[in-house]
């Protein structure tokens, strides 16, 4: 991949040739859930001829090892508890660096605009008048059911998903979630960031009419060596996750779907 050919830009809007000056351009890339057969050939060719690349908590070490030996890394996942402004710090590190350099890469785990923050970043950075494009990734709500034996649909039983984060922000454009609408809006429910806020989920699924036998399955590390599967019902789960300490980075899968788990996890990856 010829990346500098594609990305350098001329931004100079006069025809003073000093002031001409060449700026790099920044792309989103989802590196998907861990594995690194997962990643995109489009996604590698980029890791390959970076420059920068500033990645997230959640990229594995296997996809990191990708990255051009030459490249600047920065773990931009570092400061966690300080999101808002490691998000302003984040995007002024990327605007900095496609002044310097032609290919910086913003690697994301999953995919950038499933709960990636890619959209803000994405806009903040053309609103900075820097090139930008995203390549999406293989997403964390897909992936970890898949390599633990669950489809999402399935013909017999689910004909519909929903994704949703567990874990809401302030100052977001709708106040809350409505779990109600939610329970009863698709046969197959998909929550990311859902284990802090599991005991809450659970009571709102089942306040909302879900019976306490709904299969639910959470996914921890899923595509990772070390996934870990926790597969239960809705009116046990709670009482399974303390007594298996079971933690969060996870994936949980709420539906009829994740009863195919007894036949599917037998696949081999
Ligand atoms: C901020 S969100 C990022 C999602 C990401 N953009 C994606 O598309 O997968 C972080 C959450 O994604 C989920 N997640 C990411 N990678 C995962 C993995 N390998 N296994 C299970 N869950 C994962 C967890 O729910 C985690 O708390």
Redesign the pocket.
Known sequence: MNCKADSEQDVSHNDDKENTKTLGKVYLV?AG??DPGLMTLKGKGLLECADVVIY?A?V?PAVLSMVNPQAEKINAGKRRGRHSLMQEETTQLLIDKAQDHAVVVRL???????????GEEMEELINAGIAVEVVP?????I??PAYAGIPLTHRLYSSSVTFV???ETSGKYHPAINWHAIAHGSETIV?????HNLPYIVEQLIAAGLSLETPIAL??????PD?EELIDHLGTIVEQVEKTGFE?????VVGAVVNMHAVLSKQEH
């Open positions: 989802g859930p861990g997230d959640l594995s994301k785990g999953g995919d950038p605009f499933i709960f990636g923050r890619g990734g293989i997403t964390s709500g992936a970890a984060t567990g874990h929550i990311y960031m859902g284990i996914v921890r590390w899923g595509t990772r996934q969060a980075p996870a994936i949980v």
